[in-house]
């Protein structure tokens, strides 16, 4: 079955700085990968994702790139804000209907 | 814009008691989940419901029960919680059926609260 495997938290960064979590998965076949973002106290929302390999998701400043060959979807944001301060998931769903999750990575932002 | 709305979003309840998660959808979904979310574990799969009148187990559904009511909603039982049942509980869905299914996303509501005690 498939499994995911992020980097473990939490991080605390300075405004401005760079981020970088990193994800790896293990996947029978080539699942879609994805990067769910959830914010204090709601649900998790969609940050962006990828269907096949060397796709590149972005959305909000954030970009990863789908390598099959290190089986890698690693986040990165250039200048991070006070307000990107969440917990970050990565995920990966083949062709059944589980969606399987990584254990999350909370990210603080301090001005 | 609702998307997925699931109630209550905070529950106490005494062990032994039992209690109904509700979930609806308006965006035509067929699939739907209901997952758990603990510290460090991520998020695991309880239940699923690919279509309309067909459930099938996740992960972790011992202890769960569900309906699958109609196209818009999909509710999660416990019959006789447990203090290992105190979690947050999310619900989603997701629009199979149209296209490669590992691409399709899946949409989540705002969580509920379950503290047993």
């Known amino acids: 079955g498939n499994s995911v495997t992020q980097m473990e938290g939490p991080v605390t960064l300075s405004e401005e700085a760079f981020l970088t979590i990193n994800c790896t998965y293990t996947a029978t076949g080539y699942p879609s990968l994805f990067w769910y973002v959830q914010y204090p106290g709601e649900g998790l929302q969609l940050l962006l994702k990828?269907?096949?390999?060397?796709d590149k998701g972005s959305n909000k400043g954030f970009e990863a790139t789908y390598r099959k060959e290190t089986t890698s979807f690693h986040l990165e944001k250039g200048s991070v804000q006070v307000s990107d301060s969440a917990v970050y998931f990565c995920?990966?769903?083949?062709?059944?209907?589980?969606?399987?999750f990584g254990a999350g990575t909370t990210v603080t932002v301090r001005a | 814009n609702a998307g997925v709305t699931q109630t209550p979003k905070f529950q106490v309840l005494k062990t032994g008691q039992s209690m109904t998660l509700q979930c609806a959808q308006d965006m035509n979904h067929n699939s739907m989940y209901w997952y758990r979310q603990d510290p460090g574990m991520g998020l695991r799969l309880i239940y699923y419901?690919?279509?309309?009148?067909?459930?099938d187990k996740g992960e972790v559904p011992n202890g769960y029960n569900v309906s699958r009511l109609n196209k818009r909603e999909f509710s999660l039982r416990l019959e006789s919680a447990a203090p290992s049942q105190t979690s947050v509980y999310f619900c989603?869905?997701?629009?199979?059926?149209?296209?490669?299914?590992?691409?399709?996303?899946?949409?989540f509501g705002e969580g509920s609260w379950l503290t047993v005690v």
């Open positions: 995920a990966s769903r083949s062709n059944d209907y589980k969606l399987s």
């Open positions: 419901s690919a279509s309309e009148g067909t459930t």
């Open positions: 990828a269907t096949k390999a060397d």
């Open positions: 989603a869905s997701s629009p199979e059926g149209a296209g490669t299914l590992s691409g399709n996303t899946i949409y």
